[in-house]
């Protein structure tokens, strides 16, 4: 536009327009009015420009706290499942004893149904054996990596009392204890124990075999 046109659009004289143009190039230079539409264009460019940088890189961070977080469900879902096909009864408790997951094995030994074993607490499940005795102190769970050899323990299910031994991990997650435990019947841990007893015999047998 010329002087005249600026005027007549913002309503003042043509000579107050051509004030504000010698105060203009007075403070960016002596430049064509060309050259000043041009420099502003490339300060507004460079203002897009780098507020456009500042968006990719909350757009490139949020989009590795994704990959992050469907990494770290991808994980979870492979240690569940883990959990779920291991042959032992496992639970996870916390320090309460309120339990945060259960595989099915676990669950069909105390007679649950699918997913019920996270809605007890884990020594709701538990009897010293004597009728309307104690469930299993939360403290012996906390404090002990091997319940139910030197005293009887004893599982509950449909009324029915079974005996027990258990087997605890303590660990932490996210600053707090957790507790990883497997569960065997009375029975399944002799069995065990036999086991080993009759390889460690034939190692011995084997051993004191004389040499030719």
Known sequence: MTD????????????????????????????????????????????????????IRDLEQELT????????????????AAVDLNPEALVVFDD???????????????????????????????????????TLDPEDLRNNFRIGVSKPLYGKRNRQLFRLILLISKGELQGNPIYSCVVRTFNDEMAIAQDRAAVVMAELKAASRPTS
């Open 65 to 80: 706290v994704a990959k992050r977080r469907a990494s770290n469900s991808e994980k979870a879902d492979l240690c569940s």
């Open 96 to 134: 309460e004893g309120r339990i945060l997951l259960a595989n099915p094995r676990f669950e069909h030994l105390f007679g649950l149904s699918a997913g019920a074993g996270v809605d007890v607490c884990i020594q709701q499940l538990f009897s010293d054996g004597v009728p309307n005795g104690k």
């Open 4 to 55: 005249q046109q600026i005027a007549n659009r913002m309503g003042i004289s043509a000579s107050t327009v051509n004030s504000y143009w010698v105060r203009i190039r007075g403070k960016l230079g002596q430049l064509s009015r060309t050259e000043l539409v041009s420099k502003i264009v490339q300060q507004r460019a460079n203002l897009e420009t780098t507020s456009l940088g500042r968006t």
